[in-house]
C-alpha cells in the first residue's frame, strides 16, 4: 500500500499577483501539472496526486482569486490573464516539456496554453473543458452583460457559513457523487474562517465574470489546431454539461476531437462534472493507459 504524502506550498509571481502552489516532491520524475476550474482550488488534485506522486514530479497551482492566490485588483478574470499565469509557472519552475491534467475552466487554460505553446507539452489530459465558454454575441450585448454582472458582483458580499458543516453541506449539494470525506476535505481547503467565526470560500466573487473581449471560439480553434501533443478528452456520463456523445462507454464519440489534430475522446459512465472525484479509479485506468500508449 502506498504511504502518504504530503505536498508542499510555494508561491510565485505572476503580473504583481503572489500565487500558490503545491509541490508534491519527486523533482527527477517527468513534470505532471494539475490544473483545477473555476471556483476549485490546487486540492481538488490530492487524491489522483496522491496516486500518482511515485511516477511524476506533481505540480498544483491555484489560479489567481482562487484558493491561496491573490485577487486581482479590480475585477479582471479572463483566459489571457490565467494563460499567462500558467506560462509564468511553467516558465519559473522550469517545467517544460510538460503533461497536464486539467479540468472544466482549467482544461480552457491548458487547450490554450498549448496551442500557444505546443513545443511544451508532452501530453494532455482535459476533464470537462473542451467546450467554448464564450458566447457569439455584439459587442454591445457582451459590454452591457459584463457591465451589468460587474455591478452586480460589486454588491454581492461573500456568502457565511455558521459551521464547517454548513459549508460541507453546499459543498454536497453541488455534487451529489461527493463522498463526505471528500465534501470535507475540500471544504476544509477551500474555505477561511471569518471574524466572526463563520466560515466563507476563498474564491473572489468576480471570478464568476470573464472580460467581455478576450478569447472567442474562433481564436480557441484555432489555437487548438496547433496542438500535435496526444490529446485525451474525458467526459462525464452524467454531467451537466452533455458532452457524452452518443453510444456506449469507450465507444461515446462527440464532435469535441474535431478542432485538434490527435485527439480521443472518453466518457466515464456514473460520473458528473468531476470525474477525477466521482470515479477516481476509473478515470486513473484511463490516465496511465494513455500516458503509457503515448
Not at 484558493?67 to 500558467?86: K, N, Q
Not at 452533455?242 to 453510444?247: E, N, P, R, T
Request: proline fraction near 4%.
Amino acid at each position: 500500500m502506498m504511504s502518504k504524502a504530503s505536498p508542499t506550498s510555494h508561491s510565485y509571481f505572476s503580473q504583481r499577483l503572489r500565487l500558490h502552489y503545491l509541490d508534491w516532491g519527486n523533482d527527477d520524475a517527468p513534470p505532471l501539472l494539475l490544473v483545477h476550474g473555476s471556483r476549485d482550488h490546487c486540492h481538488n488534485w490530492d487524491w489522483l496526486a496522491q496516486e500518482l506522486r511515485d511516477e511524476y514530479h506533481i505540480v498544483a497551482p491555484d489560479f489567481r482569486g482562487h484558493g491561496d492566490s491573490e485577487w486581482v485588483r479590480g475585477a479582471s478574470y479572463g483566459y489571457s490573464a490565467y494563460i499567462y499565469d500558467l506560462a509564468q509557472l511553467v516558465h519559473q519552475q522550469n517545467l517544460s516539456p510538460v503533461s497536464i491534467i486539467a479540468h472544466s475552466l482549467g482544461g480552457g487554460v491548458a487547450l490554450r496554453y498549448a496551442g500557444i505553446y505546443p513545443e511544451h507539452i508532452r501530453r494532455i489530459i482535459v476533464i470537462e473543458g473542451a467546450g467554448n465558454w464564450h458566447h457569439d454575441a455584439e459587442p454591445h450585448v457582451k459590454m452591457r452583460q459584463w457591465i451589468e454582472g460587474s455591478r452586480t458582483a460589486s454588491g454581492r458580499l461573500p456568502r457565511r457559513y455558521d459551521s464547517l458543516d454548513d459549508a460541507l453541506h453546499r459543498m454536497q449539494a453541488a455534487n451529489g457523487h461527493l463522498r463526505e470525506d471528500q465534501a470535507r476535505h475540500l471544504t476544509i481547503h477551500g474555505s477561511n474562517r471569518n471574524e466572526d467565526g463563520s466560515y466563507s470560500w476563498k474564491f473572489d466573487n468576480y471570478t464568476r465574470l470573464m472580460a467581455p473581449f478576450d478569447m472567442g471560439p474562433d481564436e480557441s480553434r484555432l489555437l487548438w489546431n496547433r496542438i500535435d501533443a496526444p490529446l485525451l478528452l474525458v467526459s462525464g456520463g452524467e454531467s451537466w454539461m452533455g458532452q457524452g456523445g452518443k453510444g456506449e462507454g469507450d465507444k461515446k464519440k462527440s464532435d469535441l476531437t474535431e478542432p485538434f489534430r490527435n485527439a480521443t475522446h472518453v466518457t466515464i459512465p456514473n460520473a458528473g462534472h468531476w470525474v477525477h472525484h466521482d470515479q477516481l479509479d476509473a478515470f486513473l485506468t484511463k490516465t496511465r493507459e494513455f500516458f503509457v500508449d503515448t
